[in-house]
């Protein structure tokens, strides 16, 4: 139920809900705690994603509609919107403010308030970002869980060498507005170098970059792709689906969404079971746990996915080995 048809229904009267507030068997809607969820990606294609959230708030004994009140906003990729959409969560008042989409959105949450528990989906290091004084004693008002997509990058161009081995230069498709950026090109570009290999880095503000990017890696000849991780991109996943395919470039993706809409192959960390977690931990702060006290958890289930079809339709053999390492093949 939005808000503004609980205000018509209820009356207009403000209502502050404890952050301890219980779980109960039945409630009604003017004694339902209210969560906020704000997300830089949209709604239409995160709705898996939504539905791994409301499963973990679940076993920690909310369910929506029921016990607990959910509010959501979406930034549809747009970076920009999301200090207002975290101030309209902050305003309402939520008893706990959960975020999906990485660092960006995270710290628009952070930027927003300094006492309503937050809970995060982090695509990196959360301690070097300043979001939480360690990983083990988070110590603040937020925790949450780490994506790893850094220390991922590494692996997903040694991936792409080995769907591509004959690419002398990988091309990585990169957000320029997005925080770990500059970790992720660091992390690549020490395994491109032990493999013998050279980057092409492409820089993409928005959605005027895609073309200019695909036809720079066009003229450069690259061999392959990584596109790296960002909630942007993964809003836009269709549009670089079709870019690829259309420049007949193998690609890398971090998302096994990217995959299974026609990308070639995905790997990183299951986004599921990232925002199950973030799900769980908001339960358990609405039944009066801190998050200060509740450590930062690092995503510990990672995804190979491999589309057959998409192979075949770019000429190119999937070798027996990557096919037996792959968590989930495509065909």
Known sequence: MRRRKFIALFGSAAVAWPVTARAQQTATPSTMPVLGFLDIGAQAVNAPLVAAFRQGLSEAGY???????????????????????????????????????????????????????????????????????????PGGNMTGVNQMVEELASKEVEFIHELVPQAHVIAVLVGRKYPSTEAIVKSAQTAASTLGCDLQILEVAGDQDFDTAFT????????????????????????????????????????????????????????????????????????????????????????????????????????????????????
């Open 216 to 331: 720079s890696l066009a003229e450069r000849r690259s061999g392959a792709l990584f596109v790296a991780p960002n909630p942007f991109f993964f809003s836009r996943r269709d549009r670089i689906i079709a870019l690829a395919s259309r420049y007949r470039i193998p690609a890398l993706y971090v998302r096994r969404e990217f995959t299974a809409a026609g990308g070639l192959m995905s790997y990183g960390t299951s986004l599921t079971d990232t925002y199950h977690q973030v799900g769980i931990y908001a339960g358990r702060i609405l039944k009066g746990e801190k998050p200060a006290d509740l450590p930062v958890m690092q995503s510990i289930k990672f995804e190979l996915v491999i589309n057959l079809k998409t192979a075949e339709a770019l000429g190119l053999d999937i070798s027996p080995k990557l096919q037996a390492l792959a968590d989930e093949v495509i065909e």
């Open 63 to 137: 369910v929506e509609g029921q016990n607990v009140m959910i509010e959501y906003r979406w930034a549809n990729g747009d970076y920009d919107r999301l200090p207002a959409l975290a101030a309209e969560l902050v305003g309402i008042p939520v008893a706990v403010l959960a975020t999906g989409g990485g660092a960006p959105t995270a710290r628009a949450a952070q930027a927003a308030t300094s006492t309503i528990p937050v809970v995060f989906d982090a695509a990196g290091d959360p301690v070097q970002l300043g979001m939480v004084q360690s990983l083990n004693h």
